[in-house]
Nanobody, 124 residues
């Protein structure tokens, strides 16, 4: 099973940018599709973005244009660049690994391994 460790979260102001990272223990990372999800207090886990083994990307419609997912297989790391942050982006951000062809549907059920999450708080 893949072990994932997120980092880079923190407290920022509205309009700021932040990049969170996810380091995977598995080698090679290129065998997995990777995704980012987030969960705000009292809400269900929400799909943010995914990147395939071949670097194809999928985004939540509501976040497209502000968030960018990328991966560096040589570093076993996946990134989520977040720009123009808003208070409603406040959540715990999780990365996840998938071997399913349905990784891009946005359903958490297609992901087999999850990190512990990193908190992102955006103040107004």
């Amino acid at each position: 099973q893949v072990q994932l460790v997120e980092s880079g979260g923190g407290l920022v102001q509205a309009g700021d940018s932040l990049r969170v990272s996810c380091v995977a223990s598995v080698y090679p990372l290129r065998a997995y599709h990777m995704g980012w999800f987030r969960q705000a207090p009292g809400k269900e886990r929400e799909f943010v973005a995914a990147i395939s083994r071949s670097f194809a990307t999928v985004y939540s419609d509501s976040l497209k244009g502000r968030f960018t997912i990328s991966r560096d297989n040589a570093k076993n790391t996946v990134y989520l660049q977040m720009n123009s942050l808003k208070p409603e982006d406040t959540a715990v951000y999780y990365c996840a690994a998938s071997t399913s062809v349905a990784y891009g549907t946005g359903s958490p059920t297609h992901y087999v391994s999850w990190g512990q999450g990193t908190q992102v708080t955006v103040s107004s």
